[in-house]
Structures are given as C-alpha cells and as structure tokens.
C-alpha cells in the first residue's frame, strides 16, 4: 500500500538549487527527445505515400514500424548498463549520432533495394531493425539519468516535463512532416525522403552539443555553487541509503523482481495506447477527406492535449503524494477515449474522444516511472529501468502489427483500437495491485 507522508517543505538553498539544476538540464533533455520522437515515429507521416512508392501494404508497414521494438528490446538493458558505466555524456552523445545517421537512411530505401537485390519491404525492415538497436537506452538513460540529478518528490513533474516532448513532437512534427510531403521532385526525391533527411539532422547535430553540455553527476556540477552542490549530492545520497536499507537490489534481482515484471506488464499496457494509435492516427485522419497538410494540423490536436495532461498530472501526482492511483485513473482515460472513438462516425466527434485519450495517453507516462525509480538505485535502477522499458516497448512492435494485420483483414481500425482499449485496461488493473510505499521517495527527516 502506499505510505502516508508528511508535506515536503523546501527551504531557500533547496529552492535555488532545484531551480538552476532544472534550469541547466530539463530544457535540452526536452529538446534532445524531441528529436529522438520525431525521429521514431515520423514513419507514420511518410507512410501517406512512402507506401505506395515502396508497395507496402498495412500489414507489411504494421510489421515494419513495429520491428524497431525488437532491436530495441535486445539492446535496451545492456546500452543503458553501458551509460551507468561509462557516464550519460559519452554515451548518449553515441546513442543521438549513430541513430541520426540511420534515420536520415531511411530516405535511401529505393537506392539500397536496388543496390543490394533485397525488395524495397524488407529494405525497409532492415533498416527500421537497425534503427531500433542504435536508438536503444536513450529513453531509459535519460530517466536514469534524472534519478541521479533529481530527489523523488520532484520526479513525476520532472519526468513529465521531459516527456513532454512526446506529444510536442507531433504538435509540431506533424504540420511539419505535412508540409515537407509537398517537397515531392525537388533534386529528384519524393518528399518522404526529403522528410527522413531533414529530420535527422536535429539528432546529429544534438549528439555532439551533448558531449560538451552534460554533466554526468551532481559531484561534478561546477556550475552549481558550492552549497547547491553539497546540498543536492547529501539529499541525494540520504535517499539511496534509505532505499537500500529497504531492500539492496543487485542488478540481476532488480531484473527479477516481481514488481519490476509487473510494471513492465503495466507500461506494455501504456505503450500499446501510444503506438497503436499514433503509427496510424495520420492515415485514419487523411480518411476524413483532408489534404496531407490538413492532416498534420489535425493531427497535432490529441497531441496539444497530451502535453497539458503530461505536466498537470505528474504536478498533480507529486503534490498529492500518489502514484499508483494516477497511473490507473490515466490509464482508464486513454482506454475510454480509445473506446468511444470507435463508435462516432463524425469526424468532430471521433477527434474528441480521440483527444480525451491523448490525455490519458501521456499523462500515465511521468507517473509511472515514478514507481521502479522510488525502490531501485545504481546499477539496479539502470537494469531495472531498461528491462521495464524494454518489455513495454514490445508492444511498439506488437501494436502496429496487430493494427495493420487488422485493417488488411476487415478494411477498419475498429477491432484494433478496441483491442488496445482491452489492454490499457488491464494496465490500469495490475497498476492498482502493484505495491508502493511512498515514503521512499522522501529524505528520511520527513517520513510519516
């Protein structure tokens, strides 16, 4: 069960230096991921008419969106292992280049099929599959990497804040992505190529600005002043030795643990509502008679309300002290949105509910990843927020899959989405059974 605890109460040292760590980090982790979206999912725009120029069919884009899951479920665990050891600078600068560098090849698919004889659909899941293992770690990375800048109480608004960039980068990646389709003949490539090209850029450029920009720990910080520093690195440690007296994970018991596999369950749930309906929302909207640019617009508004309810609902989480409680109830709002989108012809009414899931959507996702963050540190947190990562992500692959095989079936969305609905329910469930205790989350002098 969730513990009680006391108010947190922030004096004026851990004011400001919350402030300028926030300040230092939080924007350009937002920007970094911002690329790093964008450049996962902006195959759904290019599929507008990437797959007639490629002969895909649903099933076989389905297949090919979601085969990025696969690479990324079996390099996931040891890149981040890797970032822990190496430090998050080094290794997420490699992670940001090496996939700018292939999504950018995604725009080359005719001229590698007839260069190496291999069809242009399985050119297309080569490179997808390649992908996948280089953008692997980045995201858990990232959330390890804020355990170690970030006490618990501020972790669901800060983690909300990064993750903003999720549905940011389709409010502005997807007018954008629109418009870069009419691109189609300049210097002789389509505008889905012209699409992969330029939206690689941001992650390469990225890549190297991190190197230079990041600090790998609080310990290091020098733009910190001295007092901020030492407060930030005690609090810090308060809190490990708290969690550790709890329990003391290893590596391999943190991959074993109970908890651990149930909230990998869990966010299989919460990612199955974000790719199963963001790899084909562009193509249901496109449905309702508009233009590629029309859509991009349109498809931007689930998005817009997915950011508000991203950082009302890890503020809300943090203020109030719940966890689990906001997991489900997000969780059950993204399912009904999803539900009820399959019952309104209209297309006002089917964007409306569809925006209602937007907020359930993205709200679950920064309180979440509050719960494995509030009992694993070290190593263990790195392994056990990966393999969280990782198995949820399989649902990356196993929601646009099931979706297109769906469509090719019966010519409709329907039985798709409402499949997803069933999951995300089940989501919200095992999200309420999974125990909590909220006082590791809070420096020992304010335990209840």
């Given at each position: 069960m969730?513990a ?5 109460e922030v004096?004026a040292l851990?004011a ?12 350009f982790?937002i920007?970094?991921?911002f690329a790093?979206y ?10 507008l008419?990437?797959?007639q120029a ?5 099933s ?10 696969i690479?990324?479920?079996f ?7 890797m970032l822990e ?5 080094k290794w997420i ?8 560098l292939l999504?950018?090849?995604?725009a080359?698919?005719?001229?590698i ?5 291999l ?12 992908l996948?293992a ?6 858990p990375?990232?959330?390890?990497y ?5 006490p ?7 983690i ?6 999720i ?16 691109l ?6 389509a505008g889905?190529?012209?699409l992969?090209?330029l ?7 990225l890549?190297?600005v ?6 790998d720990r609080p310990a290091d910080?020098r733009?910190?002043a001295?007092?901020e ?18 329990q003391?994970?290893?590596v ?5 643990d109970?908890r651990?596999l149930?909230?990998a369950?869990?966010?299989?749930g ?9 790899f084909?929302?562009?193509?249901i ?11 991009g617009?349109v498809n931007?508004?689930?998005f817009v309300?997915?950011?508000?309810g991203m950082i ?11 966890r ?5 109830l ?9 539900a009820?989108?399959?019952l ?7 964007m409306?509910a569809?925006?209602c899931?937007g ?12 719960l494995?963050?509030a ?6 947190a790195?392994?056990?927020i ?9 649902s990356?692959?196993?929601g ?8 090719d079936?019966?010519?409709s969305?329907?039985?798709?989405l409402?499949?997803i609905?069933a999951?995300?329910?089940?989501a919200?469930?095992i999200?309420?059974?999974?125990s909590h ?5 809070q420096p020992?002098e304010t335990?209840?």
């Amino acid at each position: 069960m969730d513990a009680s605890v006391q108010p947190h109460e922030v004096d004026a040292l851990e004011a400001r230096t919350m402030r300028r760590v926030m300040t230092r980090l939080v924007p350009f982790l937002i920007i970094c991921y911002f690329a790093a979206y964008l450049d996962r999912v902006n195959v759904g725009f290019a599929a507008l008419t990437m797959n007639q120029a490629l002969g895909l069919t649903a099933s076989s884009f389905g297949l090919g969106a979601g085969i990025f899951f696969i690479a990324y479920f079996f390099f996931e665990v040891p890149s981040n292992l890797m970032l822990e050891r190496f430090g998050a600078r080094k290794w997420i600068a490699r992670i940001m280049i090496s996939w700018g560098l292939l999504s950018g090849l995604m725009a080359f698919i005719p001229q590698i099929s007839a260069a190496t004889g291999l069809s242009p659909t399985h050119t297309f899941y080569g490179v997808r599959l390649l992908l996948g293992a280089a953008e692997a770690g980045f995201f858990p990375g990232i959330i390890f990497y804020l355990t170690i800048w970030f006490p618990g109480v501020y972790r669901a608004r800060v983690i909300g804040y990064f993750m903003a960039a999720i549905p940011l980068s389709t409010v502005i990646g997807s007018p954008v992505s629109g418009l870069l389709l009419g691109l189609n003949g300049f210097s002789g490539m389509a505008g889905w190529q012209w699409l992969f090209i330029l939206e690689a850029v941001p992650a390469l450029v990225l890549g190297v600005v991190v190197f230079f920009y990041l600090t790998d720990r609080p310990a290091d910080a020098r733009w910190l002043a001295a007092d901020e520093r030492g407060w930030l690195v005690e609090r810090l440690a308060q809190e490990r030795t708290q969690r550790e007296a709890a329990q003391n994970f290893t590596v391999w018991q943190a991959l074993g643990d109970a908890r651990v596999l149930l909230l990998a369950i869990v966010y299989f749930g919460v990612v199955a509502t974000n790719y199963g309906l963001s790899f084909f929302l562009p193509q249901i909207i496109k449905a309702f008679g508009l233009s590629n640019a029309q859509t991009g617009f349109v498809n931007a508004i689930p998005f817009v309300v997915g950011t508000i309810g991203m950082i009302y609902w890890g503020r809300r989480s943090d203020v109030i002290g719940q966890r689990r409680e906001h997991t489900a109830l997000a969780a059950l709002i993204a399912a009904g949105g999803i539900a009820a989108s399959t019952l309104i012809d209209d297309p006002t009414g089917k964007m409306i509910a569809i925006s209602c899931a937007g907020f359930g959507i993205f709200a679950v996702l920064p309180v979440f990843w509050t719960l494995p963050t509030a009992f694993l540190s070290g190593p263990a947190a790195a392994g056990g927020i990966a393999i969280v990562n990782s198995i949820g992500n399989l649902s990356g692959f196993a929601g646009p899959f099931v979706m297109g095989r769906i469509k090719d079936s019966t010519g409709s969305f329907t039985i798709g989405l409402l499949a997803i609905t069933a999951v995300a329910t089940l989501a919200a469930l095992i999200a309420l059974a999974i125990s909590h205790d909220s006082a590791l989350e809070q420096p020992p002098e304010t335990r209840g």
